[in-house]
């Protein structure tokens, strides 16, 4: 049996396919059709690929591309949640990118990480990438597929807008932040590479990095939202780790005895 087949995203196509009406797609409506909905050539047409592409979709043979998850989203007409679906089932790869600058935790700087049990933690690379997560952290980030970097969990991965209850203000803060990063290191391709392919891929993105840059500190959104637990009230504390320029610990507590408090010890019941 082949271990790398993902069955499950080819059910999902197969069953989102069934659910799409000819007309709705923009194609004749046929009495003499012999299956629900489309058929697999038309909806390989809609979505920009080849019909054998997309049976191997359907079949479980194929890892799309997350151009490739948009472009099936919009030729299935997927509503908010059916994406965020699609993309959990899909976890589409990303373009190769070429090796750049290499950024390690320090084992007592796990260790820290892995013992803050009462608040998810995580470590910050100096362009947002997500270095490591401890378990409470893995747990309420688990809807998100675009998880290696926060500008890509704000932006590109559809779960963003419903996990960040602020997003706008987490996002101008994510903007602000990469921005001091592209001051410090201005020739770091890897860093290019990523404002590049948010400016592609996000117009929000486009917006905020061109907007000019607002004075003093800002402060990301406190508030949260897990499918498991609900919505969660959340400071985020951010600790520069002093051994590793340019890194940083976050963490997201809840005040004492509170409902956020209690939902994440319901989170951590699931951690475990």
Known sequence: MDSDRNDSLGRFLRERRALVRPEHAGLPADDRRQVPGLRRDEVAHLAGLSVGYYARLEQGREHPTRQTVESLAQALRLDEHALVELYR???????????????????????????????PAFILGWSGDVLVRNPLANVLHNRFVLDDNLLRMIFLDPAGRQFFRDWTSTARAAVHDLRRAARQTPDQHQLRELVG???IASHDFCLLWAAPEP????????????????????????????????????????????PSAQALALLGTLAT
């Open 215 to 258: 004075r003093g500190t800002l402060t990301p959104g406190t508030r949260f939202h897990h499918p498991d637990v609900g919505d969660l009230h959340l400071r985020t504390e951010i600790f520069p780790i002093a051994s590793r320029p340019g890194l940083r610990l976050i963490a997201h507590p809840a005040e004492p005895d509170s």
């Open 197 to 199: 392919e948010l400016a």
């Open 89 to 119: 089932l899909a976890r589409p790869t990303a373009a190769r990118r070429r090796p750049g600058r290499v950024e390690r935790v320090a084992p007592e700087v796990l260790a820290l990480l892995n013992d803050w049990t009462v608040a």
